[in-house]
């Protein structure tokens, strides 16, 4: 916690910055118990010793005494002194250059106790600062737990038992019920429910059959089954998250900088006060006097409590925020979720299902409905459109059509049986003599497409995505919280208004193209979509949310927010959530900058003496350190603000 000022910023807190980098947080040796932490084992003994010294002058041990307050005070200076002269060396100076300073010079004015107790309570501090990190991403260590020590693999028709590194893409795990997954794959054969609560947050077993994935981490709650590996363990979708998490851990929000820019200046400032303290001072009156100031001046204007008040919420709120199912990609996201005002919805994906199901095929007079269907499929086959699947669900084996092309919000063309073909929204493909059948079934709340064969009309599919059962209480939860909700959606605006009547809202902007849902985002708003389709949106919007991204590549490394799971109540509790992290950072920086304002003025007029600052100055620290693990809370009221 002696925060080494460098170009690059306030370094907290005497230990190297953590990078990220490919090291995953299960191969760090972290402290279990506060008594693993070096500094307060330092701390403790050093107090012991100082408690010892006392006693023994009170006693009448005066030599005794004093030098076990001398050893009190090397110990204590042990934790951060050394590596302050370090960087004192290579031309860095930080709160550890101050705190050894004004500890030499109180040993050199005979004022060893405060010295001794210095030692104890910055030792403290720092130990307190390390313990609350590691406990903030000890969710990060239970995340890989999730991965079972052994696994079970068909080879050479016998199952073996491997270590989960050992396994490679194409491999045939074998899970039997209660195992875990030990890496991403795709179900091969069998059925059974997978409870994916400890990655997504939500309680609720997932039914999977033949060619559904399975992420790591998820347990088998059928029958055994048999899962064919997607990816080794270190590239797993739950390895991915911890990385990532980790990074996110690192990268600095607005306010984190706004702290890096103050502690950078103020640390040599600081000292060129003090400086100029001790020498004025002496010229007009006695040199010890201003030169023990001077060292109170330093303490009391140490910015370490500055320097960590936003990294440590940081910490803590992302490192927890992943442990129920949200990854939070870093200070800058959690800062902006906690101004967010207006939260946009996608509709396809987001505020329904995702299943949608074909509910009405009106074909022209005289053409087969099946042929309908037919036509549409041809052209669908290779879509990976929500619509596509409940169309080619209806039909068994389609028949791929040639030369198709996708414009973009619009539909589809291509050749079928060696005609034209067209299918899309109404008024892509004109729906002719049905346009009385396209205003009845939209005002049912279904998407209609219109499919041309030979530039004609041939029929209409309404198709239909059920809106969540949790989206109108989400959106009671988001207006609790004061934010402004709307819908963004591809389709036509009386089917949006349809489904945004069930789910409570109010504001609906419909037949957008993708790159249309951009203009609709501004300024401290969220958009919430599926990470892939909404990408140009997501990218425009303050902060951009994507839905049940868990496995999904594009999904995790694009959004500033990742929803691992698609229960949409995670959403009111992640943004409450940020509200509160957001409020503690500015708590802490407007709590740091006050003590250096108080203590200042009142150390350089001389109104308090070294140990006085020395104990604020610390108990600072501390609330600060106390407040910021606050952030690892999870689950804030709807009304947190």
């Known amino acids: ?138 969710g990060l260590r239970a995340l890989l737990d999730l991965v079972p020590r052994t696994a079970t693999v068909l080879r050479s028709g016998a199952q073996r038992q491997v270590e989960p590194a050992e396994l490679r893409v194409g ?113 007009f009156d006695d040199p010890r006097v201003w030169l023990e100031r001077a060292l109170i001046v330093l303490v009391a204007a140490s910015p370490c409590a500055l320097a960590i008040s936003v990294p440590l919420t940081v910490v803590a709120a992302v490192g927890s925020a992943s442990r129920s199912g949200a990854l939070v990609k870093g200070g800058l996201a959690l800062e902006r979720l906690g101004r967010v005002r207006t939260v946009a919805l996608d509709k396809t994906g987001t505020l329904t299902r995702n299943r949608p199901r074909v509910v009405a095929v009106v074909p022209v007079g005289g053409v087969p409905a099946d042929r309908v269907l037919t ?57 002719g003599e049905l346009a009385a059948d396209v205003e009845r079934l939209t005002a049912g709340g279904a998407t209609v497409v219109v499919v041309e064969l030979g530039g004609t009309p041939i029929g209409l599919i309404a198709v239909r995505d059920e809106l969540r059962p949790e989206a109108a209480e989400t959106v009671t939860g988001l207006r609790a919280l004061g934010l402004s909700v709307v819908m963004l959606t591809g389709d036509n605006a009386r089917t949006a208004h349809a489904l945004a009547e069930q789910a409570g809202i109010d504001v609906v902007h419909a037949d957008l193209r993708p790159e249309q849902k951009a203009t609709h985002v501004r300024d401290a708003t969220a958009m919430v979509g599926d990470g892939i389709n909404d990408a140009p949106a997501l990218a425009t919007a303050d902060v951009g949310i994507a839905m049940g991204a868990m496995g ?18 995670h959403l009111p509790s992640l943004l409450g959530y940020a509200r509160r992290a957001h409020r503690i950072m500015r708590q802490n920086v407007g709590l740091s900058l006050a003590i250096i304002a108080a203590l200042l003025p009142l150390a350089g007029f001389g109104l308090l003496g070294l140990a006085t600052v020395v104990l604020v100055h610390e108990l600072a620290e501390v609330l600060v350190i106390a407040n910021a693990v606050r952030a690892a809370r999870l689950r804030p009221s709807p009304g947190a603000a």
Not at 176 to 199: C, H, K, N, Q
Not at 236 to 244: D, G, K, N, T
Not at 552 to 569: K, N, S, Y
């Open 1 to 138: 916690m002696h925060c080494t000022v460098t170009g690059m910023g306030a370094e907290c807190c005497g230990h190297e910055p953590d990078t990220g980098g490919d090291e995953l947080v299960t191969e760090r040796e972290e402290p279990g118990r506060w008594w693993q932490v070096r500094e307060l084992r330092f701390a403790a003994a050093a107090a012991v010793v100082l408690a010892a010294g006392w006693l023994a002058g009170r006693a009448g041990f005066e030599r005794a005494g004093l030098g076990l307050e001398l050893v009190s005070a090397a110990i204590g200076a042990w934790v951060f002194a050394p590596a302050a002269v370090r960087d004192a060396l290579r031309g860095r100076v930080g709160v550890g250059t101050l705190m050894t300073i004004a500890a030499a010079g109180a040993v050199a004015l005979g004022q060893v106790i405060e010295a001794a107790l210095l030692g104890v309570l910055f030792s403290t501090a720092e130990g307190l600062e390390e313990y609350a990190v590691t406990r903030t991403r000890r």
């Open 171 to 283: 491999d045939l795990l074998v899970l039997r019920p209660g195992e875990r997954a030990a890496t991403d794959g795709v179900l091969r054969a069998g059925r059974t429910v997978l409870d994916l609560s400890a990655i997504t947050g939500e309680p609720v077993p997932v039914e999977a059959g033949a060619g559904d994935p399975v992420p790591a981490g998820a347990i088998n709650g059928g029958g055994v089954v048999e899962v064919e590996v997607t990816a080794p363990v270190a590239g797993s979708s739950l390895a991915r998250v911890v990385h990532i998490v980790e990074q996110a851990q690192e990268r600095k929000g607005r306010g984190q900088r706004l702290a890096d820019r103050i502690a950078r200046p103020l640390v040599p400032a600081i000292m060129l006060v003090a400086l100029a303290v001790a020498v004025l001072g002496s010229v």
């Open 375 to 431: 036509v549409a499929a041809a052209l669908e086959l290779r879509s990976g459109h929500p619509l596509a699947r409940a169309i080619l669900a209806e039909v068994p084996s389609p028949t791929p059509a040639t030369d198709v092309q996708a414009v973009a919000g619009s539909g589809l063309t291509g050749t079928v049986d060696g005609t034209p073909a067209r299918l899309g929204r109404p008024g892509f493909a004109e729906p």
């Open 552 to 569: 999904t590549d594009v999904a995790i490394e694009t959004a500033d927010v990742a929803l691992m799971g698609e229960d949409l109540r």
